[in-house]
């Protein structure tokens, strides 16, 4: 229970199924929003169940230490998809196990389904807006079947709705939309409490090279990015490349951002695949935008690679790249690098 609107009502629907439920809160020292326990444990009352407090600080320093490691880098990170497959549904399923529980449930907007043969696999949301399956694809496989999300098939303005009919003092709250252990809009303020001597200045130079004026970090900008450069280039740019390594940034035009494929690993697949197999499915790179047509192959079991039909503008080393069948969560995997200008 996160003392959001969303696993206080997955509680009420739980018990609605007959389910005996207990709440657990994630406790650490690096919150931004220290009220959440109160409203956890407002929830927990209002339905009458306990609420155990798990201090989680030494899993937590581990997804900083990757955020902070992959910005240095020159990449962009997820560390919601990081968190979500070592502290919820990592960390949280052994916390289940030692209170006996037989499974766990969280109030993300996902689903599950069996495929032929019994196969558990992860799914859409019937809210494709509140969709969350992207950031759940490094989930063990073998925790599905123990696993419980009954906003799935839920719109969140049912989900609102209940919570006012029940009387939850959370019905109206904000949906968190940033990084829980950073204050909106600050990681690089954050970045750089925790990295004082990072040496990440350098220049913005084109693509052929030629330096077009200096930034004071590298650790503010995305592939992809269009805004917030500080500077005026005469015309409209987008950021095409970081390299951690000359502290560049290289700057270019919306086309030099498009590529044909990108290189994944650390990957994780709820629908086995073979190495060396090509199949087809649809990809999706950003939590916001849609999944494209492409063929993927396993190169090795924790590496694949994807080609697009047509050329994608913006894949950025960090994120994540996501298999879809349909409404299917495949498996997914970070991404290394891309691959094959046009």
């Known amino acids: 229970m996160s003392g959001g609107v969303d696993s206080s009502v997955a509680v009420s629907l739980l018990q609605e199924q007959g389910h005996t439920v207990s ?9 931004t929003r220290p009220a959440d326990r109160e409203d956890a444990q407002k929830a927990a009352d209002l339905f009458g169940i306990p609420l155990h ?24 990170p997820n560390p919601c998809a990081l968190c979500n497959r070592k502290i919820k549904f990592g960390r949280l399923l052994e916390f289940a196990d030692s209170i006996g529980a037989d499974g766990l449930a969280t109030g993300h907007y996902v689903r599950l389904d069996s495929l032929a043969g019994g196969l ?31 906003l799935g098939n839920l719109l969140k303005s049912q989900v609102r709705e209940r919570a006012r009919q029940l009387g939850l ?10 990084i829980c ?21 350098g220049h913005f130079v084109s693509t052929d090279g030629t330096i077009l004026g200096k930034h004071d970090g590298y ?17 409209r740019v987008f950021v095409v490349q970081i390299d951690a390594t000359t502290k560049n940034v290289v700057i270019g035009n919306f086309d030099d951002l498009a590529v044909r494929g990108l290189v994944a690993n650390e990957s994780n697949w709820f629908v086995p695949r073979s190495v060396g197999a090509p ?38 080393p960090g994120q994540i790249a996501v298999c879809y069948l349909n409404d299917h969560v495949l498996g997914g995997g970070t991404i290394r690098n891309s691959v094959e200008r046009p």
Not at 23 to 31: E, L, N, W
Not at 219 to 235: A, C, D, L, N
Not at 302 to 313: A, G, N, Q, S
């Open 23 to 31: 709440g657990v809160y994630m406790k650490h020292s690096f919150q």
């Open 53 to 76: 407090v798990v201090e989680m600080d030494e899993p937590f320093r581990e997804i900083l230490e990757r955020f902070c490691e992959d910005y240095l880098a020159g990449r962009t």
């Open 120 to 150: 558990p696999v992860l799914c859409r949301a019937k809210d494709l807006s509140k969709d969350q399956s992207y950031s759940l694809y490094g989930i063990n496989p073998t925790a599905l079947p123990r696993l419980h999300f009954p």
């Open 169 to 178: 003092h959370l019905s109206e709250k904000k949906d968190s939309q940033e």
């Open 181 to 201: 252990f950073v204050e909106p809009h600050k990681h690089v303020e954050f970045l750089r409490q925790r990295n004082p001597d990072a040496n990440t200045a």
């Open 219 to 235: 650790e503010q900008f995305t592939i992809g990015q269009r805004k917030g450069m500080k500077i005026g280039f005469g015309r």
């Open 279 to 316: 199949f087809r499915c649809d990809v999706k790179i950003r939590y916001r935008n849609a999944a494209s047509p492409a063929e993927v192959v396993l190169t090795a079991a924790d590496e694949f690679h994807v080609r697009f039909d047509d050329p994608k503008h913006g894949v950025a």
